[in-house]
């Protein structure tokens, strides 16, 4: 392979003329904007053990009260994307989010997609466009771009839910944005639209064209998926338990950005995951395990946790209970790659 030229081997008089003019060599920089084979990855693997993150978020609630923080989180920065620039993954945000009994985080609405699974507590509903969505341990809640919405707990002990946004990739396109709002009324039924969408396959009649490619369907329960994955398992004893979350009229991922899905480890198993371009996230939501990327050192998990690997390796994931199954909610950047033609 031929070597290319530095920028050190060019007079210095040249480059002070190219820097006047706002020009840049390609040459010294193209194999780091374009290696051989394999793209550089920023993303490292990594886990947010729950219960080292639990008591500094907690803090926080003593710290700074609601109305000095707008929405009270610590940022999951992956160390690789930069401590600043809120990113797990090159395009999706992670944050734990915590509220405490009476408060609510008000109501706006902004460009980012965003989901929230919920960690810890109960008695917490975000209403969405006027849609209050209960909050429970393992549901995914969506607030897709320009949707209304507002987190409020009525429950007893603190409430903590990881929020996964396409942030990073909107803010980059320079299209982040926000609205603030009056809180809203709560025009229609708890989980209406859940239970609308509640029977796969059944859909309600509804007379007239969406105005939105949106998912129509806002909660998605835990204990569905769960048991879906359950009965999946009584039917076959080998091979990935795996589902994606999708928009129930269309079949399409959530979001244009981020693909949800959940993942099943039988007791003792270890699984495979075949080798995508994209990073994925990984939310353990019952179980404990081991995650090794490619021949990686292991990187332990249990419920609660929140782990990131990086695109273009093989992951393995295993369970640690030769008696219980474990489960992991993921999210990954599949749906744009593909939109994109990269995966
Ligand atoms: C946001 O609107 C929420 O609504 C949480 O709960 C985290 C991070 C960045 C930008 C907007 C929320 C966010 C956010």
């Known amino acids: 392979m031929q070597s290319l030229g530095t920028l050190e081997e060019l007079p210095k008089e040249y480059r002070g003329k190219l820097t006047d003019l706002n020009l840049v060599p390609l040459w010294p920089s193209m194999r780091a904007v374009l290696p051989y084979s394999v793209p550089s990855r920023k993303t490292q693997t990594l886990n947010w ?31 690789g994307h930069g401590l600043t620039n809120m990113q797990a993954t090159p395009s999706i945000y992670l944050g734990l989010q915590l509220i405490l009994p009476g408060e609510t985080a008000p109501n706006h609405r902004h460009t980012p997609n965003a989901v929230r699974i919920i960690v810890e507590g109960e008695g917490a509903y975000t ?36 929020d996964v946004l ?19 009324q709560k025009k229609l039924n708890r989980d ?24 129509p369907m806002l909660r998605y329960p835990w ?17 990935l338990l795996r589902i994606s979350y999708v928009n129930p009229e269309t079949g399409a991922s959530l979001f244009p950005s981020i693909g949800f899905g959940a993942l099943m480890l039988r007791p003792g198993e270890t699984i495979s995951l075949p080798r995508r371009t994209t990073a994925c996230v990984f939310h353990a939501v019952e179980g404990a395990g081991q995650l090794q990327v490619d021949d990686g050192d292991e990187v332990s998990w249990q419920a609660r946790d929140t782990l990131t ?10 369970n640690d209970s030769k008696t219980d199954p474990a489960f992991l909610i993921t999210a990954d950047e599949a749906p744009l790659h593909r939109y994109l033609g990269i995966f």
């Not at 080292?52 to 923080?69: D, I, K, Q, Y």
């Open 49 to 79: 053990n729950y219960d080292s993150v639990r008591p500094l978020l907690l803090e926080a609630g003593e710290l700074t009260p609601m109305e000095r923080a707008e929405r009270r989180v610590l940022v999951l920065a992956n160390p």
């Open 223 to 239: 204990s569905k998926t769960r048991s879906c994955l359950a009965e999946m398992a009584e039917h076959y004893a080998e091979g």
């Open 192 to 215: 209406k639209s859940f239970a609308e969408y509640s029977a796969a396959g059944v859909v309600p009649n509804i007379n007239f064209e969406r105005a939105s490619a949106a998912s």
């Open 166 to 184: 396409d942030l990073p990739l909107i803010y980059q396109l320079e299209g982040s944005w926000a609205i603030e709002g009056q809180p809203q």
């Open 309 to 318: 690997a990086p695109g273009y390796t093989e992951i393995r994931l295993s």
């Open 127 to 162: 209403t969405v466009d006027g849609e209050p969505c209960r909050m429970d341990r393992g549901d995914l809640i969506l607030t897709p771009s320009g949707k209304w919405h507002e987190h409020c707990h009525e429950g007893d002990g603190p409430i903590v839910w990881l």
